[in-house]
């Protein structure tokens, strides 16, 4: 398995469209467990395959709180089943270190196949609800700082980048303390 490098805020590539997945092959079934491990590596809840530069309609999560429940959807179908909506509290893997409320419908269905290409089809609310709606945007390339106001992207934009220098920062620092191997 592999670590995959998630693309940041505002990179152009995070606004591509996913295309549907025609057939799941092994080679996407190794990308599944990369992303899985990419996401509990980062510390996530869900993660699209927008955010890993793999354009296709692809969504991992786990919310359960020993990260032992890892769910897979594939080629998601959400639909509000509600009118009301609530705000909630959203982060990004794509956009570290900012949270901000965005409001969406309550209660969705999800219409999607998992990884052995069973049907999924549940109707949701919670947190689970939130997530489906937030990783379906990166699919349609749609970032959760696309509904908060100028000012606020501008900010994220900033704090992106310095998140990103003091990140590349810690990794010179880490590879600086590692143990030099010799030949001799
Ligand atoms: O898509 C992503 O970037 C993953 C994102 C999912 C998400 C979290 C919260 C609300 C909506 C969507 C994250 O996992 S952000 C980081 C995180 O672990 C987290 C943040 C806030 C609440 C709970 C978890
Ligand atoms: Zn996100």
């Known amino acids: 398995m592999a670590l995959l490098p998630i693309l940041n805020y505002p990179d152009p590539r995070l606004r591509t469209i996913a295309e549907p997945v025609k057939e799941v092959t ?51 179908k959400v639909t509000p089943l509600v009118e009301e909506k609530q705000p909630y509290e959203e982060g990004c893997l794509s956009v570290p270190d900012v949270y901000d409320k965005v409001e969406r419908p309550t209660k969705v269905r999800i219409e999607a196949l998992d990884e052995n290409g069973d ?17 379906m945007d990166h699919l349609n390339g749609v970032i959760f700082v696309d509904y908060l106001s100028r000012l606020k992207q501008t900010r994220a934009r900033d704090k992106v980048r310095k998140v990103i220098k003091i990140r590349e920062k810690q990794g010179a620092h880490a590879a600086e303390q590692q143990p030099q191997t010799t030949n001799a």
């Open 26 to 76: 092994a080679e996407t079934k190794t990308l599944i467990a990369d992303m899985i491990e990419t996401m509990y590596d980062a510390q996530g809840i869900g993660l699209a395959a927008s955010q890993v530069d793999r354009h296709i309609q692809l969504i991992v999560m786990d919310l359960s709180e020993d990260k032992s429940h890892p769910r897979v959807f594939i080629n998601p």
């Open 119 to 135: 049907k999924i089809d549940e109707d949701v609310e919670g947190l689970l609800a939130v997530c489906i709606q937030h990783e």
